[in-house]
């Protein structure tokens, strides 16, 4: 499995991966991203992973990988780069493409930037797991292939969707990697090996 590895939490997401029982590598260049059989696009700033992509020349393998149904797993800024429509991007920011969802940018910012909160994720067993929020986007309308694996359950953001899963493509507004609750590693681990 491979990590996007030119901005963002990079190290937490190998961690995460190789203790959901992968092998696992940062792809910075085309030849890394021909290695892999999976890859994670981490939280960041996806502004500036978008503009590192199409300087490393990124960009046209990932979307042709994508294309071929390359598994991806894309948390926060990564959700945004999956997203085939943003709101509120910034001048011409351009994603990767392939989730048939629309997604808002810092969507929850003018309540509040970042929060926590416990949600259930659709698929994923072993009961409600804590969600880290930072900045994060969320999906404001989803395609008819889309499937809806989790909602902000309280709260001013209420129903919102946070997590979605379109065949190999898995994208979350939140961070995973962060409370060492490895659920969303392991499942997409499980069906990248199983696809
Ligand atoms: N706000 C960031 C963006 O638009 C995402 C934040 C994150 O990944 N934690 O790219």
Redesign the pocket.
């Known amino acids: 499995m491979g990590v996007l590895a030119v901005q ?1 939490d990079v190290r937490e997401h190998l961690r995460a991966l190789e203790e959901s029982g992968a092998r696992a590598i940062g792809v910075r260049r085309p030849d890394e991203l021909a290695q892999v059989d999976g890859l994670v696009l981490p ?5 500036t992973i978008d503009k590192l992509l199409r300087a490393f020349e990124l960009q046209a393998p990932l979307r042709e990988r994508i294309a071929e149904g390359l598994p991806v797993y894309g ?4 959700m ?1 780069l999956l997203a085939d429509r943003v709101l509120d991007a910034t001048g011409d920011q351009q994603t990767l493409g392939g989730l048939d969802v629309t997604v808002r ?2 969507a929850f910012g003018r309540q509040v930037d970042s929060f926590e909160t416990e949600l259930f994720v659709h698929g994923v067993d072993g009961g409600a797991m804590h969600a880290v929020f ?4 969320w999906v404001e309308a989803v395609g008819p292939e889309v499937e809806v694996l989790a909602t902000v359950p309280e709260g001013p953001a209420a129903g919102r969707v946070v997590a979605v899963q379109q065949g190999p493509l898995l994208a979350t507004s939140f ?1 995973p990697e962060v409370t060492g609750d490895h659920r969303i590693h392991r499942h997409f681990v499980t069906q990248t090996l199983r696809g």
């Open positions: 963002g939280g960041g700033e996806s502004t948390s926060c800024a990564g945004i940018r810092n930072i900045r994060a986007p961070h």
